[in-house]
């Protein structure tokens, strides 16, 4: 076991581990610490706990130190610098007529670097850009492309569900999702309903993914036909997931009717329950279109 502290930058969602050495840190602390990019200012999310060693990147770099008055001052100017980077940056993508969008600008505390983020249809040429902002901030310059869920996670917003952004407030990494995940779920499949504010998929429909698949493997489909515990064989017409009850179609004494029954009570033969939506023509365009955004956000995260 090792001891450690959970630290989160300014820019990325992911907690760092590091040593907390000799210092005393509470949770909600800043501290200095070393990064593979240089020296940077963070904010402690997890409190010093014992964790076991392979759950730690070796080699475990230490706290320089806990933030004082004239680091907490540091950080506050290098964000009004960043703010006149950003608005230098758009000039100059203006005079090289790039076809890319700036997104934002970020200094590492010991100002060593000054990194722009953009996201672009596909790959730019940026190298003139970069020989001119160096010789106005006479610094290492670093332009990053970045996809639209990238965007939205450095910019935040509220989602559809009422709630900040997962991808802004905790997720350290995006995890891929599909269309199939909502199928499982048995969401609506036009796409204004499942995507998210970035315009790609909901991240959250990863959320339950295995819990639908374990309970979907249980049920018959809507369709299919099943034997009730009176010995009637019946034509499944809908299923409640999460209830793991199936309303049946019988007939008995010439009549039909909808009678509903737990699972466990009916007889079938178990197998993976399809989504039999109809969709309309614009819906399902639409649905094509998305899901070859999905793709291209892949492609860009690669870069």
């Known amino acids: 076991m090792i001891k450690v502290i959970g630290v989160r930058f300014r820019k990325a969602g992911k907690i760092y581990f590091f040593n907390p050495e000799r210092y005393k840190i509470e949770l909600n602390d800043h501290v200095i610490v070393e ?20 759950k730690v990147v070796q080699p475990l770099k230490s706290v320089i130190r806990v933030a004082n008055q004239e680091d907490e001052e540091r950080n506050l100017r290098n964000k009004e610098k960043e703010k006149e980077a950003f608005q230098i940056c758009l000039e100059k993508i203006k005079k090289h007529d790039l076809q890319m969008k700036l997104i934002d600008s970020e200094y590492t505390f ?10 672009a249809d596909g790959r730019i040429d940026f190298r003139e850009l970069v020989k001119d902002l160096a010789a106005v901030f006479k ?40 269309i199939k995940m ?27 993914e295995e819990t639908y698949e374990e309970l979907n493997s249980h049920l018959p489909g809507v369709g299919d036909y099943v034997t009730t515990p009176e010995g009637l064989k019946g034509e499944v017409s809908s299923v409640s997931v999460l209830r793991q009850k199936v309303k049946v179609i019988v007939t008995e004494n010439d009549e039909k009717e909808i009678r509903e029954y737990n699972v466990e009570d009916l007889k079938f033969k178990p197998r993976r329950r399809q989504n039999k939506m109809k969709l309309s023509p614009e819906e399902m365009k639409a649905l094509e279109v998305l899901e070859k955004e999905e793709r291209k956000e892949e492609r860009v995260s690669k870069l």
């Open 182 to 208: 909502a199928k499982e779920q048995n969401l609506s499949l036009n796409p204004t309903k499942i995507s998210g504010v970035c315009g790609r998929l909901m991240c959250c429909l990863k959320n339950e």
């Open 110 to 119: 010991d100002n060593n670097k000054l990194l722009f983020y953009f996201t």
């Open 139 to 178: 610094t290492r310059i670093e332009l990053r492309q970045i996809g639209v869920r990238d965007e939205t996670k450095l910019i935040g917003g509220i989602g559809i569900c009422g709630r900040p952004l997962c991808c802004h407030s905790y997720l350290a990494d995006f995890v891929p999702v599909s």
């Open 35 to 54: 990064t593979a990019r240089g020296v940077e200012y963070g904010k402690v999310v997890l409190a010093p706990r014992e964790v076991e060693e392979d």
